[in-house]
């Protein structure tokens, strides 16, 4: 969320750098006032709106990960640290909520600022004395200078009854027509927003000084008195008090009013060089625009890392940085070169009652003693100790949305409602509880549901080996011994169970094959996107394509799994009812 804000303003300075550049060395020195406010507001509020938009064309498409498929199959063991990183305290900087503090309280300042001036109107309103209304209302006031804001005209008393009334008035009645205070509106609003960004300041400035050109161009050609009006501009010159608002008539840019209305009145080279400025605008908007063939392809690595998840190992490398201080990212031991993971989250069969069940963490090996870590911050839920089973237990709320719990511990560290940051010992490992060796049991829940911890954990990379851990049993097949006068239908029932999980296990292997197949595609794709300056229909339809038969693949291979899944509760069924005869039978024997 952090990156997509700062990629987001970085594209908005920049095209605002482009446009006001374009602006400043060529378009200001022309008389075309209209095209010039035109250019300005549109230019500014693209710069806004173009980093927000889709481009349906586009250039490249993200690196696809690639992952053979045949390799991962039939892998098993235990998993086992890569690389060691140590997992050291960390001290939280809130740097962003900083930040963000500071940019809300700036912001909110300048809008009370706004309101301020909008006030402050209001007051000098009810002060003037209103004198007509026509299309616009006009008040007498003791200001010293005249302004205008929407249909509202302010004018100097001093100033009505002199030759220059007519044209002061005629100034700004412009400004009323023009809804130059519109601008001025909008101007402060995103002064407010973006506040840290020097072209928006300059953006007004030169909004402003367009503003006063276009009244001025109108008093002349309406008094057709050039020389006349520029000294009712040196006799009204005097310091107006700031306002944001609204426009003042003496403003402070009279040399460069001077210099504008003594320049020579020429549209048709303003219009033809806006004219060749349009590609400019198509070019920013491929350019900067959000890509869609970069999401399709993000889209694309999720579907597949999801497919293969139950082969692959846990080798990610996300900075912990990027994550929410609230989420688990990192192992929850002081790191140790013996440490090994000796259970992994999922099904097992329980190493006491020999029975399958689910594995709802993982168990990490270590000596008793070795440091507990909190995994995020959050708040200390419970602090409990059950002998005949977790042991000494430590359960972590994360703002509601995940739950940590660490388990066979030897002595803990913290208090039931205790705040905890991420990296804080916690506790110590032990053996506190049912096991058979000491290790720390670790488990993450998400919204209530158990998760495997290993994907959670950030500053540790695992691979899988082939040898077992020590002391671990690895749920293989179990062989039963056929008794050959007990129950023939119910052996012969196991083993067309057993082949027909043999012949699925081979059509399970071929869709995995058949997906790494589709994944060499995508990546040769996208190796086509990235080569190609140009992207044809024809491949934007072969990646849509694609993307449907890696649909395909997902669902299949998730249908199989479930109709694996039932034939082995079939055969659990069955083998447990032979298991039964068969203890008939012996005890009958006895």
């Known amino acids: 969320m952090t990156g997509d804000i700062m990629i987001y303003l970085m594209r908005m300075v920049f095209i605002q750098a482009l446009f006001y550049g374009l602006y400043w060395f060529l378009f200001r020195h022309y008389t075309s006032h209209g095209l010039n406010r035109l250019y300005l507001i549109s230019s500014l509020l693209l710069s806004v709106f173009i980093p927000l938009i889709e481009n349906p064309f586009p250039k490249e498409i993200a690196h696809i990960p690639y992952v053979d498929m045949t390799e991962l199959m039939g892998r098993s063991g235990e998993v086992i640290p890569v690389n060691t990183k140590t997992s050291e305290p960390l001290h939280h900087f809130p740097t962003w909520q900083i930040v963000s503090n500071i940019y809300l309280f700036l912001m909110g300042l300048l809008l009370l600022r706004s309101l301020l001036h909008l006030y402050f109107l209001q ?13 616009f209302k006009l008040f007498k006031t003791t200001r010293p200078s005249p302004f205008s804001f929407f249909s509202n005209v302010f004018i100097p008393k001093a100033v009505f009854d002199t030759p220059a009334f007519e044209q002061i008035l005629e100034h700004e009645c412009v400004h009323v027509r023009q809804l130059h205070s519109l601008d001025r509106l909008l101007l402060d609003l995103l002064v407010a927003l973006f506040w840290f ?6 953006y007004r400035k030169a909004l402003i000084e367009v503003h006063e050109f276009q009244a001025d161009a109108q008093v002349i050609k309406r008094f057709n008195s050039r020389i006349a009006y520029q000294e009712i ?3 009204q010159l005097q310091p107006a008090p700031y306002s944001g608002l609204v ?3 003496n403003f402070r840019t009279i040399k460069k009013r001077i210099v504008m209305m003594n320049k020579s009145q020429n549209t048709r080279k303003p219009k033809l060089i806006y004219a060749l400025s349009l590609p400019l605008l198509v070019m920013m908007l491929l350019a900067f625009t959000s890509r869609k063939g970069h999401e399709s392809a993000a889209s694309i690595s999720h579907t597949i890392e999801a497919v293969t998840a139950p082969f692959t190992t846990s080798d990610r490398s996300v900075p912990i940085q990027d994550v929410s201080r609230y989420e688990p990212s990192i192992l929850p031991l002081r790191a140790s070169e013996t440490l090994k993971i000796t259970s992994a989250f999922g099904s097992r069969r329980d190493p006491f009652t020999n029975k399958g069940k689910l594995h709802k963490g993982i168990d990490l090996s270590t000596a008793i003693g070795t440091e507990v870590l909190a995994t995020a911050d959050g708040v200390v839920e419970s602090v409990d100790h059950n002998a005949d089973g977790y042991g000494k237990m430590i359960v972590l709320n994360h703002n509601h949305e995940y739950l940590t719990v660490y388990s066979q511990l030897s002595d803990i560290k913290v208090r039931t409602g205790e705040k905890i940051h991420r990296g804080e010992v916690i506790a110590l490992s032990g053996n506190s509880g049912k096991s ?33 851990a020590e002391g671990i049993e690895i749920d ?35 869709i995995q094959i058949s997906i790494s197949t589709l994944q060499k595609s995508l990546a040769e794709t996208q ?3 990235s080569t190609n300056s140009l992207i044809t229909t024809e491949m934007l339809e072969t990646l849509n394509r694609q993307r449907l038969e890696l649909h395909q693949q997902q669902e299949k291979l998730a249908m199989a799994q479930e109709e694996m899944a039932r034939e082995q509760s079939r055969l659990a069924h069955v083998k447990r009812e032979l298991n039964q005869v068969l203890r008939q039978t012996n005890t009958r024997e006895e």
């Open 123 to 135: 007051k000098i309103k009810h002060q003037s004395e209103y004198v007509r209304k026509q299309w």
């Open 197 to 202: 960004n020097p072209f928006i300041y300059w």
């Open 233 to 235: 501009l040196f006799a």
């Open 247 to 249: 426009s003042h008539f």
């Open 436 to 468: 058979t060796g000491p290790h720390l049991h670790y488990e993450v829940h998400k919204n209530g549901k158990a998760v495997d911890p290993a994907a959670y954990i950030h500053d540790y990379e695992f691979r899988f080996t082939n040898e077992p």
């Open 476 to 510: 293989h097949e179990e062989n039963i011994n056929f008794n050959p006068d007990v129950d023939k239908e119910k052996q012969i029932a196991i083993g067309n169970l057993q082949q027909s999980l043999i012949e699925k296990q081979k059509s399970l292997g071929k």
């Open 527 to 529: 190796k086509s996107f």
